[in-house]
Antibody
Framework: QVQLVQSGAEVKKPGASVKVSCKAS????????MHWVRQAPGQGLEWMGI????????TYAQKFQGRLTLSRVPSTSTVYMELSGLRSEDTAVYYC???????????????WGQGTLVTVSS | EIVMTQTPLSLSVTPGQPASISCKSS???????????LYWYLQKPGQSPQLLIY???NRFSGVPDRFSGSGSGTDFTLKISRVEAEDVGLYYC?????????FGGGTKVEIK
């Protein structure tokens, strides 16, 4: 069965960076894009970006351009989300989520990770 | 960027009664292949979102048949034929016609 297991909660100071991992299992890793979505406390879902685990190509939401880096290590079936220049507004639960379509098609997520809480506080 | 707008913001439903959520997009989600690309998710309290409906009207694996989706172009609807207690949570629509992807603001469904 498809499983996405994310790394644990993080507490960071303003201006720092955070790197969250998402380890996939139960399917062929390079065949499906991976999305990253975040949810601030009490707020809705916000799409951040997407990575092709095969070639590594990425697309980021305009809001995160310059601060967000998605990467992957195919040999370990792991995708990483790194967000730099953290501010208090980045406090949120961050989710990785596998795309429903097989590469090269891109759809929307079907399976989601458990989420990683990132708290930004001085 | 496509903006997704959901109504209502919240819904209080008696168990066994139907419920309906609307999602409108700022641009058509109709592709040249004839399909519209709209998804629906449910986020139960304290859980990750789960996929309910893909490509407007297709129920995802394991989703009860009381959930149905319809619509085309810019107007879409999620219907629950008979709401159950386990259906409480936040419902989101999402478009997949273009990048960046985007979610609606969410609709909170609670039980009376």
């Amino acid at each position: 069965q498809v499983q996405l297991v994310q790394s644990g909660a993080e507490v960071k100071k303003p201006g720092a960076s955070v790197k969250v991992s998402c380890k996939a299992s139960g399917y062929t890793f390079i065949n499906y894009y991976m999305h990253w979505v975040r949810q601030a406390p009490g707020q809705g879902l916000e799409w951040m970006g997407i990575i092709n685990p095969s070639g590594g190509s990425t697309t980021y939401a305009q809001k995160f351009q310059g601060r967000l880096t998605l990467s992957r290590v195919p040999s370990t079936s792991t995708v990483y989300m790194e967000l730099s220049g953290l501010r208090s507004e980045d406090t949120a639960v961050y989710y990785c989520a596998r795309d429903i379509q097989v590469v090269p098609a891109v759809g929307c997520p079907d399976y989601w990770g458990q989420g990683t809480l990132v708290t930004v506080s001085s | 960027e496509i903006v997704m707008t959901q109504t209502p913001l919240s819904l209080s439903v008696t168990p066994g009664q139907p419920a309906s959520i609307s999602c409108k997009s700022s641009q058509s989600l109709l592709h040249s292949d004839g399909k519209s690309y709209l998804y629906w998710y449910l986020q139960k309290p304290g859980q990750s979102p789960q996929l309910l409906i893909y490509e407007v009207s297709n129920r995802f694996s394991g989703v009860p048949d009381r959930f149905s989706g319809s619509g085309s172009g810019t107007d879409f609807t999620l219907k629950i034929s008979r709401v159950e207690a386990e259906d409480v949570g936040l419902y989101y629509c999402m478009q997949s016609i273009q990048l960046p992807r985007g979610f609606g603001g969410g609709t909170k469904v609670e039980i009376k």
